[in-house]
């Protein structure tokens, strides 16, 4: 197969929600249907202790929560499929946004009940900023939720963006019966105890043949009514607007049933689009089947395997061929890197890889050399992709080792845990005190625990509360500038910012300094 076929068969996306909307089930059934696990688990199955194979680290298993990108890959018709299953809590939306840069689609997972909330609102704008396709599930038919319509003109008028039902619910709750799918003209018919999904087909005027017992069903006559409204009345159907991100695709189902979520897998497959060109810094565009290989470093995990204490660098392939054992060039620094322990991820399970191709994700074994942000290439063309956002954090706390005898393991905790950018850290300018930066306070929990559990340093935190960051710049710089109300500390560049108390604090420095210019990340 040639590098473009390889390429065209590539499908890497992101599934995208609010906490608890479902979203790690869905990505369960998925890896079902791919055959990489044998039985789909639930992030909260602690009863059973069936936890999701794609929430791998301890804290998620014991919260019932998703805290890091999982990356997972499957075959399923021919196409190669590379999911990125993100964190849905908001503290951790900064490895998200990094995750929605290394994808070329989204999934965004919807709880039926509640409709869009806000984690979810906040990650469809960056999605929308970047033009990338989305894909809407509808989930938890299983249970009682609020009216179909609602949800579809809610879409519209939240997010802004069109929304085209591919199939309809018929009922809901305990009166589910099923799925009116007129796209695929045929009816779903739910069997709460079958794994089996059976089909009816529609004939010319839309309609089930007359000795099914469905067809007098109200729920029945509703969804094939409001599914008639839609097409004379509502969107129609449009690729070019899926593909820039105007429009989108709405299925409904249940991930937990699973119910509903093989017909938008292999829809989504149909519609979904193969990898895409990523910009350089020198804005140019580099496209996926240029024979040159590149990449660049979107995240990077530590630990995932506690026996073998390993750190992994996520690289989305952007072009060209991975082959084991090339050498490329590591951009940051000009340092060639041979490419040798690699390796690619299906579900809970790892597998060496000898080659992949632009839209893959791949993780490198890492010794400490590689950055977030980096990019790595062959040839002799210097390559650059755009940076990586960075968020300016808001709470802010002094940390120091419990222990003053394990000041190895706790400085080592440290350094892993912020290049991975779970958090931020920063030194006091003057007493060179460590401080830790984050976007929320889940962020600090989960990096005692980890502290504690992986690098057995347990840590003393003492919170500073809210604070702005704003960075200045050091040819401005005085250091008579700092006072109780504006703390001035170094980043982990050796920039330096003040942490003000307020805006207050920053105002009147404003007023005091007025030549002086802050500034902020994301």
Known sequence: MTLSQDVANRRTFAIISHPDAGKTTI???LLLFGGVVRQAGTVKAKKSGNFAKSDWMEIEQKRGISVTSSVMQFDYEGKRINILDTPGHED???????????????????DSAKGIEPQTKKLFKICKMRGIPIFTFMNKLDRDGRDPMDLIAELEDVLGIEGYPMNWPIGMGKE?????????????????????????????QGDIADDQPLKTDSWYQDARDNMELIEDAGNQFDEAKI?????????????????????????????????????????????????????????IQANMDPKHRDRIAFVRICSGLFQHGMDVTLGRTGKTMRLSNVTQFMAD????VDTAVAGDIIGLYDTGNYQIGDTIYTGKHKLQFEKLPQFTPELFVRVSAKNVMKQKSFHKGIQQLVQEGAIQLYTSYTTGDYILGAVGQLQFEVFQFRMKNEYNSDVVMESMGHKIARWIDPEQLDERMSSSRNLLVKDLAGEPLFLFENQFAERWFSDKYPDVKLTSKL
Not at 93 to 109: F, H, I, K, N, P
């Open 27 to 29: 990505t369960e059934q």
């Open 92 to 110: 951790f939306s900064e490895d998200t946004y990094r995750t929605l840069m290394a994808v070329d689609s989204a999934v965004m997972v919807i």
């Open 176 to 204: 589910l019966k099923g799925l009116y799918d007129r796209y695929h003209n045929r009816v779903a018919v739910f069997r709460p105890d079958s794994d089996e999904t059976a089909y009816l087909p529609l004939d010319e």
């Open 243 to 299: 593909a820039s991100g105007d429009q989108t695709p709405v299925f409904f189902g249940s991930a937990l049933a699973n119910f509903g979520v093989k017909t938008f897998l292999e829809t989504y497959l149909q519609f979904a689009p193969q990898p895409a060109a990523h910009k350089t810094e020198a804005a140019d565009d580099v496209e996926p089947t240029d024979p040159q290989f590149s990449g660049f470093v979107f995240k």
């Open 349 to 352: 399970t790892r597998e060496n």
